[in-house]
């Protein structure tokens, strides 16, 4: 099985400064026949279901402001908000869909300084 | 609007039986593939079991192989969750997940673009 490992655990970032997750796997979610990367981030606030964030690693689901953005490649990915505000304090989980079971990260939570 | 409700989560002891539903609204339920996702108390997200749209393939996580059983009823928009043979580490929330629809190569199971609000399942005696 394919173990998702993201890092920190844990973030505080002041308002209006960048955030940045690391999500890496244990092998390779490129898929070649397409070129594709087979990862998803999405984000939890407390006491809701996750939402769906980013797909392909890097297209934002609609609706999604624009300060969210994913990039990596192969087995290392990252999520960045560019200018954190209030409301984005919750949970992030990146999930890979290249095999089966599909596998989420342990989570980031991150907070405002 | 698309909408994912849960039923179903109680109190049941360890070796009990549950059964979930996940009733499905504004989108075409028989063409998109649906899971399972749990979550247990403060911890993460883990993927459960997996049903496809129109002939019914199953797929399910090692942890509740052979316990579990996922079906659906097109005709009800329905999904369902059996859960048998019940352990302390099946507590958790059950969450419904719609697949995205799009074409994945490869993919069995590929993101989850709509979840539902969760039902809590809680075994203990």
């Known amino acids: 099985d394919i173990v998702m490992t993201q890092s920190p655990d844990s973030l505080a970032v002041s308002l209006g400064e960048r955030a940045t997750i690391n999500c890496k796997s244990s092998q390779s979610v490129l898929y070649s026949s397409n070129n594709k990367n087979y990862l998803a981030w999405y984000q939890q606030k407390p006491g809701q279901p996750p939402k769906l964030l980013i797909y392909w690693a890097s297209t934002r689901e609609s609706g999604v402001p624009d300060r969210f953005s994913g990039s990596g490649s192969g087995t290392d990915f990252t999520l960045t908000i560019s200018s954190l505000q209030a409301e984005d304090v919750a949970v992030y989980y990146c999930q890979q869909y290249y095999a089966t079971p599909p596998a989420f990260g342990q989570g980031t939570k991150l907070e405002i300084k | 609007e698309v909408q994912l409700l849960e039923f179903g989560g109680d109190l049941v002891q360890p070796g009990g039986s549950l059964r979930l539903s996940c009733a499905a609204s504004g989108f075409t339920f028989s063409s998109f593939d649906m899971s399972w996702v749990r979550q247990a108390p403060g911890k993460g997200l883990e993927w459960v079991s997996a049903?496809?749209?129109?002939?019914?393939?199953?797929y399910y996580a090692d942890s509740v192989k052979g316990r579990f059983t996922i079906s659906r009823d097109n005709s009800k928009n329905t999904m369902y969750l059996q859960m048998n043979s019940l352990r302390a580490e099946d507590t958790a929330v059950y969450y419904c997940?719609?697949?995205?629809?799009?074409?994945?190569?490869?993919?069995?199971?590929?993101?989850?673009?709509?979840w539902g609000q969760g039902t809590l399942v809680t075994v203990s005696s």
């Open positions: 049903i496809s749209g129109s002939d019914f393939r199953t």
């Open positions: 997940a719609k697949s995205s629809g799009q074409r994945v190569p490869a993919a069995i199971v590929d993101w989850f673009d709509t």
